[in-house]
Structure formats: C-alpha cells, structure tokens
C-alpha cells in the first residue's frame, strides 16, 4: 500500500535558523513526489515536483531533494512568511488517475 | 487570474439534507478531483475527473456523487448529508493527471 510520513509534525525556528523536514514513503513506481505550501484557511500551493532519485529543485529560500526512499524540504535562513504547513504527497506508478497520496504535513514556524 | 474557485466557502446543514459543491478552474485543465482534509488523516481523495466526460471513484467515495458539467466546472453532491462528512473540502486541477494539481481555497462544511 503506498504511505507518506512526513516529520517532525511541527517545527520552530527563530528566524535565519536553517532546517529541514523530511518525508519518507512507500509506493510501487515512483511517478512524482509533490511538495504544497498550506497556509491556514487556504488551500495547499503548489511548490516542487520531482520525479527521480538525485533529483533536486529550488526556490527561493526553498530547495528539494529526493532519495529512492525519502524527499526532503531544506529552509535556508527561514523568515517568518515562511511560517505555514509543508505537504508531502506522491503519485505511484500503478495509477494513471492522478490520485496523490499525501503525508499530515509538517506546520512550520518561524519566529523573529 | 482566478484559478480555481470554490463556492459555497463556509456552509453549515443538518442531518439528511443535501448541497452541492460547486467548483471552476480557468486555467483549461482536462483533470479535475474532489478532496477531503480532516485534522490527522491528510488529504484524501473522494472523487476524480480525468476528462471531460468521464468521472471515477477515489479512495473515500461513499455518500458522495459527482458530475464533470463541462470542461471547467466540476461539482461533488451529498445526498443526505451526515455528521462523518463533516470536513473541508477541496476541488483541484491539473492539465493532465501525471501534473502538478492546483487547489482551490475550500469549502468549509459542517453537519449537525
């Protein structure tokens, strides 16, 4: 059965503070690992795809890696408009649906 | 430069009643999904479009129907609304079902 585990589930930072969050899964075929920005109220914002292991995609303060098991969302220098929740999902091989498997997210903040 | 717009934003019904959930993309998407996001299990999803014209069940489909209107336009219908399907709902878009899905900001339903 494909699964999504992102951790931790909640991160502090004061500012300038540079982390990572991980999120780890199990899929038959990797067809994408997508990574959204949630903001509250809001709907999950598109932010990465990747597709093969070595993979890696930046943006900003924003840089994503991706492993034949594991992706993860390094935050270099956080300021506290990075503060929101960070959603891990993929898309397994076996589905030509587009149906993502996502992870509960792991909610940010960053302090001043 | 909408996206994709979902409407009621905030709806509360009783036990047994009906709505629909109304949902638009302008961004001339073929694929469309319903979600439901509820506090610890993530993003599931109730209901996929791939094209116009065709429409298949996601992995929580019960009490739920959809209808693809059109090439923009995708609505989810709860027949006869229980306190379980309290939740946010989310309808997304993405050109093709092996893109990225953008989301629209939700619908926030509550049954009592």
């Known amino acids: 059965e494909d699964q999504v585990t992102q951790s931790p589930e909640a991160l502090r930072l004061q500012e300038g503070e540079s982390s990572s969050l991980n999120c780890s899964y199990t899929?038959?075929?990797?067809?994408?690992l997508f990574w959204y920005r949630q903001d509250p109220g809001k709907g999950p914002e598109f932010l990465f795809t990747?597709?093969?292991a070595g993979e890696e995609k930046e943006k900003e303060r924003l840089k994503a890696t991706l492993t034949k098991k594991e992706s993860f969302l390094h935050i270099t220098a956080p300021k506290p408009e990075d503060s929101a929740t960070y959603l891990c999902?993929?898309?397994?091989?076996?589905?030509?649906?587009?149906?993502?498997?996502f992870g509960q997210g792991t909610t940010l903040q960053v302090k001043p | 430069n909408a996206g994709v717009t979902q409407t009621p934003k905030f709806q509360v019904l009783k036990t047994g009643q009906s709505m629909t959930l109304q949902c638009a993309q302008d961004?001339?998407?073929?694929?469309m999904y319903w979600y439901r996001q509820d506090p610890g299990m993530g993003l599931r999803l109730i209901y996929y479009?791939?094209?116009?014209?065709?429409?298949d069940k996601g992995e929580v489909p019960n009490g739920y129907n959809v209808s693809r209107l059109n090439k923009r336009e995708f609505s989810l219908r709860l027949e006869s609304a229980a306190p379980s399907q309290t939740s946010v709902y989310f309808c997304?878009?993405?050109?093709?079902?092996?893109?990225?899905?953008?989301f629209g900001d939700g619908t926030r339903l509550s049954i009592l």
């Open positions: 479009s791939a094209s116009e014209g065709t429409t």
């Open positions: 999902a993929v898309q397994g091989g076996s589905s030509n649906t587009g149906k993502l498997i």
């Open positions: 997304a878009s993405s050109e093709r079902f092996d893109q990225p899905q953008h």
């Open positions: 990747l597709y093969s």
């Open positions: 961004m001339n998407h073929n694929s």
């Open positions: 899929v038959s075929g990797l067809r994408g």
